[in-house]
């Protein structure tokens, strides 16, 4: 089945980057960095992270471990992001992020937008041009797949960075359409 692709008009001018949907597997993507929807252990799990590990193979897996015991004995914070290398990935980076667990009587859009935002700022601290994102949330996180498409786009829109494209690898149909009313 082709990979179907859609991008925004955007361009660089404004110092804000191109937007682009792609239906397709995101361990597959080559770009820069990849961002894993992880959970806060950074020791993997299913989903989108465990895809990442099982694929990236155990150099990711290594370099979390470091991570949890020099920087986040606790676990990394939901918002927050850190890069490791993308073992055998096609990209070069992987940009952990924890994203928050949905809750229907309490407002957490905030900390999904600072997943977008602190994956950003950690790819223009690695010099990354294109990071290819899932939909962080979205899955066994609960986070309804509209309003987290909407989070995404509006946050990636208004970011102020370096990075020049900005790819939603998304891995199914619904969530393309999602991603594209708003991409559009």
């Given at each position: ?12 001018p404004?110092?804000?980057p ?16 990849v ?6 252990s ?12 099982r694929?990236?193979?155990?150099d ?12 986040y004995g606790?676990?990394?914070p939901t918002g927050?992001a ?7 990935l ?6 952990h992020t924890?994203?928050?667990v949905?809750?229907k ?6 900390l ?16 990354a ?14 986070w309804?797949?509209?309003?987290g ?11 102020e ?10 891995f199914?149909?619904?969530a393309?359409?999602?991603?594209a009313?708003?991409?559009?």
């Open positions: 089945m082709p990979n179907p692709t859609h991008s925004d008009p955007g361009g660089r404004d110092g804000r191109r937007l682009t949907i792609v239906r397709g597997d995101i361990t597959e993507q080559d770009a820069d960095a961002v894993n929807a992880a959970n806060s950074l020791l993997g799990g299913g989903g989108v992270d465990g895809a990442i590990h694929k990236g193979g155990p990711i897996l290594a370099e979390c471990r470091d991570l949890r015991a020099s920087q606790k676990g990394l927050r850190v890069a490791t290398t993308a073992g055998r096609p990209a070069r980076w992987v940009i924890v994203g928050p949905w809750a009587n309490e407002d957490r859009s905030e999904l937008a600072s997943c977008y935002r602190e994956s950003l700022r950690v790819a223009g601290e690695l010099g041009r294109t990071v290819a994102f899932p939909a962080v949330s979205t899955g066994v996180y609960g309804p797949l509209e309003d498409a909407r989070i995404a786009v509006e946050t990636v829109r208004e970011a960075t370096a990075v020049e494209e900005v790819r939603f690898v998304l199914d149909e619904r393309y359409a999602a991603f009313q708003h991409v559009g």
